[in-house]
């Protein structure tokens, strides 16, 4: 690690926001609570607008033509020094493991995307490993249970930053589900070409939250909770999907994609849903 | 006794046949009973063997060593089967396996064959081959036993007849063998045993497989619970085993790194009932054992997988752990994939060996979470393989022309960041005027799937890009 | 993974544990001390004929001893092997066993018979107390220069979980597996 972690408030760190298409169109709340939260602990935030897309999607279904376009954009969107966080575990793991592949025949890309991956953290991982963050300072409340994303657990090996940040806010009240690290079912592309199997997988990953009576779900990958999220809404769980962006930030509500106001939605009786899908 | 139905190839059927999997409910409780245990007990064994990790980087350096010479452990493997009185052949392609297998069977007059699990022998349809030289081949693994009474394919590598419950092989059997219904499970077992202690006794050949080939003593390796494998190399007067070329191992030396890693990702068991070690034809002075040993190893695709980047591939233990850590597997279960092969380790060798073109679904029926890599005892990179396959299949012309001009579009609008604005901006809009904010219910392919049941979300009405700009005053 | 060497009474413990964590029972010597117990198992699982292999004086000893405890008879590998249906137990001197895994390794060598382990419903292993070894490595040592037709690993009954994922022993292989272990 080139930069030093540090707490002193009169040195700013320099980070540069990555905040993901996909939080950019669907949740943009989350993008400013991560910008928020990383002021609240020192960090003198940029925001480089030229950002799109990582290029995740074409490269997970193997359109590695398009990826690569992307991921050169994405490139030149960064400086050349300073921190990049992003609210998104897979995006992080894209840059950090997916870009070496894409590159791996062009060998100044390469060294340029390897330099780039080294300075790039999902936001919990930043907070707690880099900046030392051990309370949030959040006035969020609420029974919370929390899905590890597939690629920040495995892809960055986050798995116990978020924990500890939500444990130490004093409105939560943490509980663990089981199968916390079972996939979700939403693999990006998978979810369109398998949707059936992605819904199911969805579904089992719902039943283990329901189980833990939480009020909240949340997680440190948006894909995962618009999954989660829109099957709670479509049938009416009494949970709500929210990033942990938010949670951090202190902001109750669920993730605003579904419901300008939770207390609004009507909850329908569990188990209509509309095919005779076996459980 | 009825032969299997050739193993046909219907890799490309996994969209359908997964939906049909995900609508049987017998199959789907069999699955959860079935994997939800296995994982668990693997988990277990994992847990309580400290080693564990050391153990797999060591198992792994040992298979890489392998490949990375196996021409010349190959050769020694057959020199020294050889020596001590085996016979064996090497077949290039599933025609030249059955052939030689066909060919054996005739010179040795068999016509009665007991086999022991053996998945390499399910790639060259060798049943067929045997019953078209005349022999009868009768299962003796308890599950596939089962399913070859039934007439189906096996759906898990370790646990062929996952899906099948009591009451469908208590009918199975009062129907096949004539025996009386019943809804014990000891007594099925009971009866299976009397069925197949017949077999053994007058088979004229036993075949097996072989999880492992020993270089320097030229043994064939063979992992059982049920002792079925101890029985078919010992007491016919005919022992063919049916193995890959890719089974070696350098020494006998090497062999316990390996018994501790196959039962434990298997089935959670410290080691299985049986090992059986055996080393070439019977000795003269030894009271039992086979007069004639043959070995058939198998080429079939190995040696090219072998040439190109998957060859990591030919690590594999079977030891079925993906499989069991797989959520797609454990909710369509093995039949889906549509061969031999099934779960994360199918989704990659299928392709290999069939040919992409065959099998392309394949590599998409996966989310790439990865617990097939975290389990895998010899340290497969499956996800990369399933990336890396994903992206053979449109260098190889094998996407929908649609998805291709989807991923242009999408990759064209992401080249400008002023158009994607612009276009979160009108669907922010839009969106908004038709949802209220609610979730949306129902969208045209290729996102029909997603809101079949599940709620998509509704673009907001202002893209974060913007609310930056007008928040800080910034225009860049 | 190295430490002090074990000693026998370690490794004979180690292997009583293993042993029964798969399924096996083990016995205790001497063999007059055994016997009653040894009985008893054998009458509980019907058992009405005993076989040893003729060339091996400690099954012979142990299963000669055994016959007013069933009463049982006497028959041979032979007749159990040509078809016989009596419920048999099948004793043997094992060559070795593994502390590591609960393991009795009976080999070819020197021509022995492998029919006990092997077709009998109940296996009886005579084990001696020095034969046990630590882990699967010191089991094969010897056998690279000139290895047998067959090696046998034999941990606990025969198991199969093939239907509805239940544990169930006696697949093809011995229903119950004895260790008896003498000094």
Same mark, same amino acid.
């Given at each position: 690690m080139p930069y030093t972690t540090g707490m002193d408030p009169k040195e700013p760190i320099p980070v540069s926001l990555f905040f993901t298409c996909l939080a950019d169109a669907f949740s943009p709340g989350v993008c400013t609570a991560t910008v928020e939260v990383l002021e609240r602990f020192g960090a003198a935030v940029s925001v480089p607008l030229s950002q799109t897309c990582c290029g995740q999607p074409a490269f997970n279904s193997g359109n590695r033509k398009e990826a690569r376009a992307m991921a050169r954009k994405f490139l030149l969107s960064f400086p050349d020094d300073g921190y990049i966080v992003t609210p998104s575990g897979s995006c992080a793991a894209m840059v950090k493991h997916g870009y070496p592949v894409l590159f791996r025949d062009e060998p100044r890309t390469l060294t340029r995307a390897r330099a780039v991956g080294e300075r790039i953290f999902e936001l919990s991982q930043f907070l707690v490993d880099v900046l030392g963050v051990t309370d949030p300072k959040s006035d969020f409340s609420g029974k919370v249970t929390y899905h590890d994303s597939c690629h920040l657990r495995r892809g960055l090996g986050v798995v116990s930053a978020p924990r500890k940040l939500l444990?130490?806010?004093?409105?939560?009240?943490?509980?663990?589900?089981?199968?916390?690290?079972?996939?979700?079912?939403?693999?990006?592309?998978?979810?369109?070409?398998?949707?059936?199997?992605?819904?199911?997988?969805?579904?089992?990953?719902?039943?283990?939250?329901?189980?833990?009576?939480?009020?909240?779900?949340?997680?440190?990958?948006?894909?995962?909770?618009l999954s989660i999220g829109g099957l709670i809404s479509r049938v009416g769980y009494p949970v709500k999907a929210i990033h942990l962006a938010e949670i951090l930030v202190g902001k109750t509500g669920g993730l605003s994609s579904f419901a300008a106001d939770a207390a609004s939605v009507e909850p329908r009786p569990p188990g209509t849903v509309r095919w005779a899908g076996g459980r | 006794m009825g032969g299997r139905p050739l193993m046909e190839l219907n890799a490309n059927a996994f969209g359908r046949n997964s939906r049909k999997a995900?609508?049987?409910?017998?199959?789907?409780?069999?699955?959860?009973?079935?994997?939800?245990?296995?994982?668990?007990?693997?988990?277990?064994?994992?847990?309580?063997?400290?080693?564990?990790?050391?153990?797999?980087?060591?198992?792994?350096?040992?298979?890489?060593?392998?490949?990375?010479?196996?021409?010349?452990?190959?050769?020694?493997?057959?020199?020294?089967?050889?020596?001590?009185?085996?016979?064996?052949?090497?077949?290039?392609?599933?025609?030249?396996?059955?052939?030689?297998?066909?060919?054996?069977?005739?010179?040795?007059?068999?016509?009665?064959?007991?086999?022991?699990?053996?998945?390499?022998?399910?790639?060259?349809?060798?049943?067929?081959?045997?019953?078209?030289?005349?022999?009868?081949?009768?299962?003796?693994?308890?599950?596939?036993?089962?399913?070859?009474?039934?007439?189906?394919?096996?759906?898990?590598?370790?646990?062929?007849?996952?899906?099948?419950?009591?009451?469908?092989?208590?009918?199975?059997?009062?129907?096949?063998?004539?025996e009386p219904r019943t809804d014990s499970i000891p007594e099925l077992v009971a009866m299976a045993r009397r069925h197949l202690r017949a077999k053994f006794l007058s088979a004229g050949m036993g075949v097996s497989g072989g999880n492992f080939l020993v270089a320097d003593t030229g043994s064939v390796v063979i992992v059982t619970n049920e002792g079925n494998g101890r029985m078919g190399t010992v007491l016919p007067r005919v022992?063919?085993?049916?193995?890959?070329?890719?089974?070696?191992?350098?020494?006998?030396?090497?062999?316990?790194?390996?018994?501790?890693?196959?039962?434990?990702?298997?089935?959670?068991?410290?080691?299985?009932?049986?090992?059986?070690?055996?080393?070439?034809?019977?000795?003269?002075?030894?009271?039992?054992?086979?007069?004639?040993?043959?070995?058939?190893?198998?080429?079939?695709?190995?040696?090219?997988?072998?040439?190109?980047?998957?060859?990591?591939?030919?690590?594999?233990?079977?030891?079925?752990?993906?499989?069991?850590?797989?959520?797609?597997?454990?909710?369509?279960?093995?039949?889906?994939?549509?061969?031999?092969?099934?779960?994360?380790?199918?989704?990659?060798?299928?392709?290999?060996?069939?040919?992409?073109?065959?099998?392309?679904?394949?590599?998409?029926?996966?989310?790439?979470?990865?617990?097939?890599?975290?389990?895998?005892?010899?340290?497969?990179?499956?996800?990369?393989?399933?990336?890396?396959?994903?992206?053979?299949?449109?260098?190889?012309?094998?996407?929908?022309?649609?998805?291709?001009?989807?991923?242009?579009?999408?990759?064209?609008?992401?080249?400008?960041?002023?158009?994607?604005?612009?276009?979160?901006?009108?669907?922010g809009v839009l969106g908004q005027f038709f949802t209220k904010g609610k979730g949306i219910a129902g969208l045209p392919y290729p996102f029909s799937g997603w809101t079949e049941r599940r709620d998509f979300p509704v673009p907001a009405a202002r893209p974060f890009r913007k609310r930056w700009k007008i928040q800080r005053g910034v225009t860049r | 993974m190295s430490s002090p060497a074990a000693t026998e009474g370690d490794l004979v413990a180690r292997f009583t544990e293993t042993f029964t964590a798969a399924g096996g029972v083990l016995l205790l010597g001497p063999v007059e001390a055994a016997l009653a117990d040894l009985g008893e198992i054998l009458r509980a699982e019907g058992v009405a004929a005993l076989f040893f292999p003729e060339d091996d004086a400690a099954a012979r000893e142990i299963a000669e001893a055994l016959v007013p405890f069933g009463p049982f008879h006497l028959t041979t590998g032979a007749e159990v092997r040509g078809g016989s249906a009596a419920v048999t137990a099948g004793f043997r001197s094992a060559e070795a066993a593994i502390a590591e895994t609960g393991t009795i390794v009976e080999t070819s060598a020197g021509g022995r018979t492998l029919l006990p382990g092997l077709i009998a419903d109940v296996h009886v292993s005579i084990v001696r107390a020095a034969s046990v070894v630590a882990r699967m490595e010191e089991a094969l040592a010897g056998f690279t220069a000139d290895p047998p037709r067959n090696i046998s690993f034999l941990s606990g009954p025969s198991k199969t979980?093939? +239907?509805?994922?239940? &544990?169930?022993?006696?697949?093809?292989?011995?229903?119950?597996? +004895?260790?008896?272990? &003498?000094?």
């Amino acid at each position: 690690m080139p930069y030093t972690t540090g707490m002193d408030p009169k040195e700013p760190i320099p980070v540069s926001l990555f905040f993901t298409c996909l939080a950019d169109a669907f949740s943009p709340g989350v993008c400013t609570a991560t910008v928020e939260v990383l002021e609240r602990f020192g960090a003198a935030v940029s925001v480089p607008l030229s950002q799109t897309c990582c290029g995740q999607p074409a490269f997970n279904s193997g359109n590695r033509k398009e990826a690569r376009a992307m991921a050169r954009k994405f490139l030149l969107s960064f400086p050349d020094d300073g921190y990049i966080v992003t609210p998104s575990g897979s995006c992080a793991a894209m840059v950090k493991h997916g870009y070496p592949v894409l590159f791996r025949d062009e060998p100044r890309t390469l060294t340029r995307a390897r330099a780039v991956g080294e300075r790039i953290f999902e936001l919990s991982q930043f907070l707690v490993d880099v900046l030392g963050v051990t309370d949030p300072k959040s006035d969020f409340s609420g029974k919370v249970t929390y899905h590890d994303s597939c690629h920040l657990r495995r892809g960055l090996g986050v798995v116990s930053a978020p924990r500890k940040l939500l444990r130490a806010i004093p409105g939560v009240e943490f509980v663990e589900m089981e199968e916390s690290d079972r996939c979700c079912g939403f693999g990006g592309v998978f979810s369109l070409k398998y949707p059936r199997i992605s819904c199911k997988m969805t579904e089992r990953k719902v039943e283990r939250i329901l189980a833990t009576g939480a009020s909240y779900v949340t997680s440190g990958d948006l894909g995962c909770l618009l999954s989660i999220g829109g099957l709670i809404s479509r049938v009416g769980y009494p949970v709500k999907a929210i990033h942990l962006a938010e949670i951090l930030v202190g902001k109750t509500g669920g993730l605003s994609s579904f419901a300008a106001d939770a207390a609004s939605v009507e909850p329908r009786p569990p188990g209509t849903v509309r095919w005779a899908g076996g459980r | 006794m009825g032969g299997r139905p050739l193993m046909e190839l219907n890799a490309n059927a996994f969209g359908r046949n997964s939906r049909k999997a995900l609508l049987d409910k017998t199959l789907q409780e069999a699955l959860g009973r079935t994997t939800g245990r296995f994982q668990a007990h693997r988990d277990a064994a994992v847990a309580a063997f400290p080693e564990f990790e050391a153990t797999r980087e060591r198992a792994s350096r040992i298979k890489r060593d392998v490949l990375d010479h196996l021409d010349t452990y190959l050769a020694r493997f057959i020199e020294e089967a050889e020596k001590r009185g085996a016979v064996v052949h090497v077949a290039r392609g599933p025609g030249q396996a059955r052939e030689i297998a066909a060919r054996i069977a005739r010179d040795e007059g068999v016509t009665l064959a007991v086999k022991s699990k053996s998945m390499a022998s399910e790639e060259i349809s060798f049943n067929e081959a045997l019953q078209g030289a005349g022999v009868t081949v009768v299962e003796s693994d308890l599950g596939e036993f089962i399913i070859q009474l039934a007439g189906e394919a096996p759906s898990h590598i370790i646990a062929p007849a996952v899906h099948k419950t009591r009451e469908q092989i208590s009918r199975l059997f009062e129907r096949h063998l004539g025996e009386p219904r019943t809804d014990s499970i000891p007594e099925l077992v009971a009866m299976a045993r009397r069925h197949l202690r017949a077999k053994f006794l007058s088979a004229g050949m036993g075949v097996s497989g072989g999880n492992f080939l020993v270089a320097d003593t030229g043994s064939v390796v063979i992992v059982t619970n049920e002792g079925n494998g101890r029985m078919g190399t010992v007491l016919p007067r005919v022992h063919l085993a049916v193995v890959g070329i890719e089974k070696v191992i350098p020494r006998l030396a090497d062999l316990p790194t390996f018994l501790r890693l196959l039962p434990r990702s298997a089935s959670g068991q410290t080691i299985s009932s049986y090992v059986s070690i055996v080393t070439g034809a019977r000795r003269a002075g030894d009271p039992e054992g086979p007069e004639r040993t043959h070995i058939l190893l198998l080429d079939c695709g190995r040696s090219a997988i072998l040439e190109g980047k998957y060859r990591e591939i030919l690590k594999c233990v079977r030891c079925a752990a993906c499989l069991n850590a797989c959520p797609v597997y454990q909710s369509v279960g093995g039949h889906a994939y549509g061969w031999v092969y099934s779960g994360p380790i199918g989704a990659v060798l299928t392709p290999l060996l069939v040919g992409l073109p065959e099998a392309a679904a394949l590599p998409d029926a996966s989310t790439l979470c990865g617990a097939c890599a975290d389990v895998c005892p010899v340290k497969i990179p499956l996800p990369d393989f399933l990336l890396e396959l994903r992206s053979d299949a449109r260098e190889q012309g094998l996407k929908a022309p649609g998805e291709i001009a989807a991923m242009k579009g999408y990759a064209g609008v992401m080249k400008r960041a002023g158009l994607l604005e612009a276009i979160e901006r009108i669907a922010g809009v839009l969106g908004q005027f038709f949802t209220k904010g609610k979730g949306i219910a129902g969208l045209p392919y290729p996102f029909s799937g997603w809101t079949e049941r599940r709620d998509f979300p509704v673009p907001a009405a202002r893209p974060f890009r913007k609310r930056w700009k007008i928040q800080r005053g910034v225009t860049r | 993974m190295s430490s002090p060497a074990a000693t026998e009474g370690d490794l004979v413990a180690r292997f009583t544990e293993t042993f029964t964590a798969a399924g096996g029972v083990l016995l205790l010597g001497p063999v007059e001390a055994a016997l009653a117990d040894l009985g008893e198992i054998l009458r509980a699982e019907g058992v009405a004929a005993l076989f040893f292999p003729e060339d091996d004086a400690a099954a012979r000893e142990i299963a000669e001893a055994l016959v007013p405890f069933g009463p049982f008879h006497l028959t041979t590998g032979a007749e159990v092997r040509g078809g016989s249906a009596a419920v048999t137990a099948g004793f043997r001197s094992a060559e070795a066993a593994i502390a590591e895994t609960g393991t009795i390794v009976e080999t070819s060598a020197g021509g022995r018979t492998l029919l006990p382990g092997l077709i009998a419903d109940v296996h009886v292993s005579i084990v001696r107390a020095a034969s046990v070894v630590a882990r699967m490595e010191e089991a094969l040592a010897g056998f690279t220069a000139d290895p047998p037709r067959n090696i046998s690993f034999l941990s606990g009954p025969s198991k199969t979980a093939d +239907i509805e994922q239940t &544990l169930t022993v006696g697949a093809h292989g011995p229903k119950k597996a +004895i260790a008896l272990l &003498l000094a």
